[in-house]
């Protein structure tokens, strides 16, 4: 536990990664950590190099009237947990360190892949994303960068990003971890009030019905899927797509194949998303 090394300014994280052992691997994160985080950390821990967990709450990412103010900030409870998992170090540069100019002039876009999903209702989301994540590996010097399935689109993107512009890193995916009744572990859980939390679960119903209709094509399982999200008015549903997981295009009636079921859903003032993959035209398992 002890040996974790926090660091806060530039300064001190290239002395901090200058002391580790390669291939150094990082786990971006925006703080509030989860059990999800802690599945990454583990995951980057068993590639046998070291392992750097960033705490950055990057404003470049939130659009006006989203939740930056209250985004929850847990700083000491997320560097326990980072040294329980085995990090070596945690970097936390507030945003004077990470954008000492103010906001940057010059960004990453995201292109058309960036409009659709989650960037049609979060418009420059993903640039802002992208923007960071590309400052953080040139930061880090990281070798490999492992992002969670659960955040499906910004996974892609950064793909995308790294093979796009030559970045050189490793991308590594991680399976959404989950609640034991299913709800994907995401930090703006806790904002969900007991109320809230019964009515997120129809977020992973709907999905899981989706999923048990994949034998019988795509109509079959935009149907199971919508027709579990309609047994929840509470929660008001943003988008339910069943799309490819490449193009992130909807796919079409007799596609068969690898697809990506997607849905985002405001429950209270919070807003969740999730997602399966699945195969379309073969029965499961
Ligand atoms: N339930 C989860 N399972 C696996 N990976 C996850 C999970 N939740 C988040 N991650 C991953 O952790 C990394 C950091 O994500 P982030 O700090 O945004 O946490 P978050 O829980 O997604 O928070 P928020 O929901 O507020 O965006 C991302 O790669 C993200 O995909
Ligand atoms: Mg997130």
Do not use: W
């Not at 691997?25 to 950590?33: D, E, H, K, P």
């Not at 990453?108 to 960036?114: E, H, R």
């Not at 994303?129 to 969670?148: E, H, I, P």
């Not at 193009?247 to 079921?261: K, M, Y």
């Amino acid at each position: 536990m002890s040996d974790l090394v926090v660091a806060r300014t530039r300064a001190e994280l290239a002395a901090a990664r200058g002391a580790l052992q390669a291939p150094v691997a990082v786990v971006m994160t925006m703080g509030a950590l989860h059990a999800g985080h802690a599945r990454l950390v583990r995951e980057a821990r068993a590639r046998g190099g070291s392992v750097l967990v960033t705490v950055f709450l990057n404003p470049l990412q939130f659009g006006a009237g989203e939740d930056l103010a209250r985004y929850p900030r847990t700083l000491d409870a997320d560097l326990a947990l980072a040294a329980a998992e085995g990090a070596d170090v945690v970097f936390a540069p507030g945003p004077d360190v990470v954008y000492p100019d103010g906001e940057p002039g010059v960004r990453v876009s995201a292109g058309a892949l960036g409009d659709v999903l989650e960037g049609a209702s979060r418009p420059g989301h993903f640039d802002g994303m992208l923007t960071v994540v590309a400052k953080l590996m040139n930061l880090t010097r990281a070798d490999v960068c492992l992002f969670g399935q659960k955040d499906a689109q910004q996974l892609l993107l950064v793909r995308r990003m790294v093979r796009d512009l030559d970045l050189g890193v490793e991308v590594v995916a991680v399976p959404t971890v989950r609640e034991d009744d299913g709800l994907a572990m995401s930090s703006r859980n806790r904002y969900l009030s007991p109320f809230d939390r019964e009515v997120s679960l129809v977020l992973h119903r709907s999905l899981a019905a989706g999923e048990a209709a994949a034998a019988e094509g795509p109509s079959a399982v935009r149907r199971a899927a919508r027709d579990v999200l309609r047994t929840e008015p509470a929660a008001r549903v943003d988008y339910l797509a069943l799309v490819d997981p490449v193009t992130l295009a909807d796919v079409p009636e007799h596609f068969r194949g690898d697809a990506l079921l997607a849905v985002a859903a405001r429950v209270g003032s919070t807003r969740l998303i999730d997602n399966v993959p699945l195969v379309i035209g073969r029965a499961e398992g």
